[in-house]
């Protein structure tokens, strides 16, 4: 037994939330989560999916839409750079993951998006990507799930990544107009253009404990207005006290409960 727990060991982490030390290897036995303060650490896409699909019926689909520089975009680096670095590094070419699952036996359209892409930024690749899953999930008549995790809109492409918040906004409009059930999950973080578009447009709309939540960021708030928020400002629990989100859901009840929703709304419809 001494043996393992020495082989297992990969070092130690520091919860953000309560600064208290976690050996990793605890911290990836229990989802993730600070054993003291019940911080959530962030989730791979991999991770997320294993967490909320039944075991086994993930079907990945629309994989072959990529991120792409139409602008010919140059900072430090030139943005095709970037992607190509990225694409090799973490064998990924956008920040959302699409498919198809079932979840608690309830079949499911299900979107990841990659806070370890780019900041989990919304580009083009990520707006045609969302939006083909959500047509298929109108066309096939089974509900959403999109898992939101971003920075925002992409600044390397500008307008482009701008106009992807209505793209899959009037995509989630004719999903509910034909009656079907969208559930938006808020994950640290979510804020920007997703924020502004399809992470609020759900009909429960829940988040993780303490996940931070809003459009501009604190410092940017600050410098704005003169001001230094308060702590909890933009967070899950703020963000709930003022009628922006449904439910926080811890992650040990998050798959139970998105069951419970679309068990509820998906076969009665949702009114409106």
Known sequence: MQAEVKESFTGWSKCVSCAEMIHESQIAMDLKLCPKCDFHFTLSVQERIALLADDGTFEEKFQEVKASDILGFVD??????????????????????????????????????????????????????????????????????????????????????????????????KHKNAGLFYLSVLTNPTMGGVSASFAFLGDVIIAEPKALIGFAGPRVIEQTIGEKLDPGDQRAEFQLKNGMIDQIVTRKEMKNRISYFISIFHKRGVKR
């Open 76 to 173: 430090s680096k030139p943005y095709q750079k970037r992607l190509e670095v990225l694409e090799k590094k973490a064998f990924k070419v956008n920040a959302i993951t699409t498919g198809i699952c079932k979840i608690n036996e309830k079949r499911a359209a299900l979107a990841v998006m990659d806070f370890a892409f780019m900041g989990g930024s919304l580009g083009r690749g990520e707006g045609e990507k969302l939006t083909c899953l959500i047509e298929y999930a109108t066309d096939t008549k089974i509900p959403l799930v999109i898992v939101c995790a971003s920075g925002g809109a992409r600044m390397q492409e500008s307008m482009y990544a701008l106009m992807q918040m209505a793209k899959t906004s009037a995509a989630i409009k």
